[in-house]
Each structure stands twice: as structure tokens, then as C-alpha cells.
């Protein structure tokens, strides 16, 4: 059972932007053809916090940790809810308690209670709503919903983006020769031509105890979120996809953290192209400016920072440009050294799997 002690004491904020080149990132499908989310007065890509719960969580279950919500299927039926809890249960046997028996009943849910948590990372991260019948024997042993420790705001892109005409062109051309059957084509085919995206995250310490969230596990977000995005968008729209810049800024203070930070981060025009010739990573520059200088003023409140960033993202800052090597020397500029350290995400990553994956 999870050690209270290793639960997360600090607060920390992330920032993550990841990019799509001629991809749909995040398709809607109250739009009648899965069309990209687009804000209809920015023109900015949209993506929701659900999207990108779903890439890490396929990424946990890949790397086997346990997850709880997934799709699982046996002999042709999707598991319930009910089904999925008792998967994670396997271990907790009802049978081996005398519920009748006050001590031994109280046993039987915090051994539910734990068993639980320690085989559901996603759980501990995102938290869950226990919508199952509760007559289940384990199900009425656990609360209504966990709230999730680890809350992202849905993503934006940092300009504005069109949608690309060659593809709806060329599948309006294919659907229209002859009526022939179209097998392997998917004539809603929506994408965008770039989009740089921007998510803001937040690791709230006071709920890390509701769901025992480890300071391993925060550690894993660290390679996590470069890797979901390296691997989980393969799919015929999603491919495209490419992460460019993950940090996240711990604080040493309770309840503390500066906010938005990922709003701190912007295009710079001067070195960017416009918004209608953006096409890829290459076309653009990140202006840290206000990003550096928050964290600066902040620096007796920051208890390390975690950061890695796309070998081909240049950043600008008071007039000068360069790579990540540029930011990272920025960053450790404004604040005490040693705070900085930049992730290693395939040597660290390893470190972060379960004991009996065999890496």
C-alpha cells in the first residue's frame, strides 16, 4: 500500500507546448465531420484537457502501469465500470473478511481503498467519478469521485490557424469520380495547416493526499508528457504531432504559485512569420521575455525547475535568439543555481516504469 510519507508536499505548475503540421489535434464531433476545434472569434486550434488526459493515459497503460480508465474489451463486450474496479481489485478477495466484523470490515475498505489507488496511476493523477452500481461489492467501498491532484486547462494554439483546403479538395475529388466505393479513404478529412499549442497544468499538493499522488509520479509527468505526444498521435489525423517544450516549476512555498505562466510565453513577431504563413516550428520564434522575468521575481518562492525543449525551437529574449541551450541558460541566470535541470527524457524515463516491466 502507498507510503503517505512519499505523497507530494509541493506545488508545481506546467507548461507544455507541443505542435501540428497538417493534423486535425483535436477533432469535434458535434461538428458533423470530426472537424479541428477552432475558436470562432481567435481563430485559435483548441484542445481539450480531455484530449490530452487520454494521450497520457494510453502512454501509462503502454509503459504498464496500471489505469483505470481505458478501453477493455472481452469476448466482443465492453467492460462496465464495475468490471474495470474489479480488474484493479484482483488482489482484495471479500471472501477473506468477515464483514459482519467491524475491524475486519474496516480492513476491507482501506484495503480497497489501496489497492485501488496503487494500481490506478491515472487515478491518482486525473482523479475519477465511481459512476457504478452500489450494490457492487467493492464499489461501496470507495468514495463517489476522486478529484484529481493534476488539472490541465484546455490548450490553445499561440496564433491564429487555417484549415488546410488541399485536403477537403482532394476528397471532395475522390468522392465525386463515379460513385465507386471509396474503401480506405476518409472523406471528412479536416486538418490545419500548423498550430503551435499551450497548455497550462497544475499539481495542487493539498489533493495529492485525497488520491496519494507520489512524488515519483510526479517525477514520470516529467518524460510523460514528451512521450505521449511522441508516440500515442500515430493515427491517420494525428500524426504530426511533435512536442516542443515541456517545464515544470516546482515552488518551495504551501499554496503558492505564480499562475498563467503560460501566458508568459508568446510569438515574437519580428523573427516570427505571420499568422497565414506559419507552417512549421521552423517558421517561428518563443519570446521568454515576461516568462523569465516572473520567474526572476519569483525565485526565493521557486524550488527547482524541470525543463526540456525541441532541439529546433528558437526562443528570443531582450533582443537575442538561440535554441534551448538559450532558454536553459536564461532561466539558470535568473534564478539560484542549481535550480534549473533539464529533463532527460530517454535516459530518465526507464527509472519511471513498473519494477517488472523487464526495461
Not at 38 to 62: E, F, M, N, S
Amino acid at each position: 500500500m502507498t507510503d503517505q510519507k512519499n505523497t507530494v508536499q509541493n506545488r508545481s505548475e506546467i507548461v507544455f507546448l507541443y505542435d501540428a503540421v497538417d493534423a486535425n489535434p483535436n477533432g469535434n464531433p458535434l461538428s458533423g465531420a470530426n472537424r479541428p476545434r477552432i475558436d470562432p472569434q481567435t481563430q485559435q486550434a483548441i484542445v481539450t484537457d480531455v484530449r490530452l488526459k487520454r494521450y497520457l493515459r494510453d502512454q501509462l497503460d503502454d509503459d504498464g502501469h496500471g489505469v483505470y480508465i481505458r478501453n477493455v474489451q472481452e469476448g466482443g463486450e465492453q467492460y462496465t465500470r464495475a468490471k474495470l474496479i474489479e480488474d484493479r481489485l484482483k488482489a482484495v478477495e471479500p471472501d477473506d473478511y468477515d464483514l459482519d466484523d467491524e475491524d475486519e470490515a474496516e480492513e476491507f475498505r482501506e484495503a480497497v481503498f489501496g489497492e485501488f489507488l496503487d494500481n490506478s496511476v491515472d487515478v491518482r493523477y486525473f482523479g475519477a467519478t465511481m459512476s457504478v452500481n452500489t450494490d457492487d461489492r467493492y464499489a461501496e467501498h470507495l468514495p463517489d469521485h476522486f478529484t484529481g491532484p493534476v488539472q490541465f486547462s484546455p490548450g490553445k494554439s499561440m496564433h491564429a490557424v487555417n484549415e488546410n483546403e488541399e485536403y477537403d479538395s482532394l476528397t471532395s475529388v475522390i468522392a465525386t469520380q463515379e460513385g465507386k466505393e471509396q474503401g480506405g479513404f476518409d472523406l471528412d478529412d479536416h486538418r490545419i495547416q500548423y498550430a503551435l499549442i499551450r497548455f497550462h497544468g497544475l499539481v495542487d499538493e493539498h489533493g495529492a493526499a485525497d488520491t496519494k499522488l507520489m512524488t515519483s509520479d510526479i517525477e514520470r509527468l516529467d518524460t510523460l508528457c514528451w512521450r505521449a505526444i511522441k508516440n500515442q498521435t500515430i493515427s491517420r489525423s494525428k500524426v504530426g504531432q511533435e512536442p516542443r517544450l515541456y517545464c515544470r516549476v516546482e515552488y518551495a512555498d504551501e499554496s503558492y504559485h505564480l499562475g498563467g505562466l503560460d501566458k508568459d510565453l508568446e510569438l515574437d513577431t519580428e523573427r516570427s512569420d505571420s499568422a497565414e504563413e506559419l507552417r512549421n516550428v521552423r517558421d517561428l520564434t518563443v519570446a521568454v521575455d515576461r516568462f523569465v522575468d516572473r520567474l526572476s521575481g519569483a525565485s526565493e518562492q521557486v524550488e527547482q525547475i524541470r525543463v526540456v525543449a525541441s532541439d529546433v525551437l528558437e526562443f528570443s529574449l531582450d533582443g537575442n535568439a538561440g535554441g534551448p541551450q538559450f532558454l536553459y541558460d536564461a532561466l539558470d541566470d535568473a534564478l539560484e543555481s542549481g535550480s534549473v535541470d533539464i529533463v532527460d527524457v530517454y535516459d530518465e524515463h526507464t527509472e519511471t516504469l513498473p519494477s517488472d516491466s523487464g526495461v
